[in-house]
């Protein structure tokens, strides 16, 4: 049977200097090419990538409700993780707590209002 390799997430954004800003200084991603002229930022962190478009006209994340959740983000060091991200300045929705499914996890908000989760086993 085919493996999944990874995923790349295609978000809309208003603003791609602040999205842009926002992954690669609060999060840590990396610019992968290009250099945003084409309205486009291609982004990474090991293995999640992170497509941005600009779209000044589409209705903002923070207006969707539910579907502004994006991504739920399997990691190593879920404590680590948060640490890093409140230590750049990323703003978090909920603090690390361990969950009854086995799961440690918590919750942030891109500056555009999509909502993404990254967790941790704790088995």
């Known amino acids: 049977m085919a493996r999944l390799e990874g995923a790349r997430l295609i978000l809309a954004v208003r603003s791609l200097r602040i999205a842009t800003d926002f992954y690669v200084n609060a999060l840590g991603f990396r610019r992968d090419f290009g250099d945003e002229s084409d309205g486009w930022s291609w982004l990474s962190r090991d293995n999640v990538r992170v497509g941005l478009g600009e779209c000044t006209d589409a209705v903002p994340a923070t207006e969707l409700g539910d579907h502004s959740y994006v991504a739920y983000v399997n990691v190593d060091d879920i404590d680590g993780l948060y640490a890093e991200f409140v230590s750049r300045g990323a703003v978090i929705r909920t ?16 500056p555009d209002g999509h909502r993404m989760t990254f967790g941790s086993t704790t088995r």
């Open 95 to 110: 603090p690390p707590e361990t969950k009854p499914w086995g799961m440690r996890e918590f919750a942030l908000q891109t």
